[in-house]
């Protein structure tokens, strides 16, 4: 078995988009780099967000466009929160699995 090298490893295109049937459409969900995910975490600490208000800004900044730029900003999440919890729990789910993160790293950030 042959190893990668850092050409490969680095030349990889691992950062995609996922397609997700909500809200009677689709949108497009973008896997973020690890480090856009750690600079998220970061800030949703700093600003000392509470559960809810991290996965509605982890959702705002995952939900894409066809050229990858977010569909919604950080002052846009409120309208997210007033989406029924039922499609919004389909996109947490695409969006948490997609980005490696769980509700236990989302409680880990309110604890330091």
Request: charged residues 35%.
């Amino acid at each position: 078995m042959a190893y990668l090298t850092k050409e490969q490893i680095i030349g990889f295109q691992d950062i995609k988009t996922t397609d997700v049937n909500v809200w009677g459409g689709i949108v497009k969900v973008k896997t973020l780099s690890a480090l856009e995910r750690g600079q998220f975490l970061r800030d949703a600490r700093d600003k000392k967000l509470d559960e809810t208000r991290t996965e509605l800004a982890w959702v705002a900044k995952c939900l894409v466009d066809d050229t990858g730029k977010p569909l919604f900003n950080e002052n846009e999440i409120e309208q997210l929160g007033a989406k029924s919890a039922s499609e919004y729990s389909k996109l947490t789910d695409v969006i948490f699995k997609v980005n490696a993160l769980s509700t236990d790293a989302i409680e880990e950030i309110k604890k330091k």
